[in-house]
T-cell receptor, first 114, second 113 residues
């Protein structure tokens, strides 16, 4: 079956530090890949997505590249801010048969300190 | 355009009771999915509806059910509540059920005592 593996958290960084959150996946075919962010007490917000190999998703300074050869979709940001503190979820949506069923990773909590 | 709305936002029930949660998708979206989020199990898919038909179902007992109306609004029902049903229930909508980006609502937080 499909699965997503994320790095364990929490990740604690100083403001303006470089961020990487690792995400690898297992799926047949070419799934779509997503990063969602969840702020305390809220639902999930789509951060970025990529639908095919070598696509780069980007939004609000965050980037992730769909790497078919390493089955990875790592999230990066060059300079984090305190306001980026949240939980980040990597997810995949299968190409066929699974409709819009998202499979999520366990989430990585990010804490950014001044 | 208004986002996905869920009602109620918070709910407290006791074991054995049943509960109905409601979700209104983004205007024009016809696919609605439900997810359960708990600290122990994370985010798990419950079911997906499109054009009033259930297209996919996750690995949950039959106590969990749902439906979709002709206006795409959806409800989920949990009967005979158990303590372990305490969770954040998230609804997501998309235009169609084919690998589309899903947009999530704020969730309904259910506490079972």
């Amino acid at each position: 079956g499909n699965s997503v593996t994320q790095m364990e958290g929490p990740v604690t960084l100083s403001e303006e530090a470089f961020l990487t959150i690792n995400c690898t996946y297992t799926a047949t075919g070419y799934p779509s890949l997503f990063w969602y962010v969840q702020y305390p007490g809220e639902g999930l917000q789509l951060l970025l997505k990529a639908t095919k190999a070598d696509d780069k998703g980007s939004n609000k300074g965050f980037e992730a590249t769909y790497r078919k050869e390493t089955t990875s979709f790592h999230l990066e940001k060059g300079s984090v801010q305190v306001s980026d503190s949240a939980v980040y979820f990597c997810a995949l949506s299968p190409l066929t048969g699974g409709g819009n069923k998202l499979t999520f990773g366990t989430g990585t909590q990010l804490k950014v300190e001044l | 355009k208004a986002g996905v709305t869920q009602t109620p936002r918070y709910l407290i029930k006791t074991r054995g009771q049943q509960v109905t949660l409601s979700c209104s998708p983004i205007s024009g979206h016809r696919s609605v999915s439900w997810y359960q989020q708990t600290p122990g199990q994370g985010l798990q898919f419950l079911f997906e509806y499109f054009s009033e038909t259930q297209r996919n179902k996750g690995n949950f007992p039959g106590r969990f059910s749902g439906r979709q109306f002709s206006n795409s609004r959806s409800e989920m029902n949990v009967s005979t509540l158990e303590l372990g049903d305490s969770a954040l229930y998230l609804c997501a909508s998309s235009f169609s059920p084919t690998q589309e980006t899903q947009y999530f609502g704020p969730g309904t937080r259910l506490l079972v005592l």
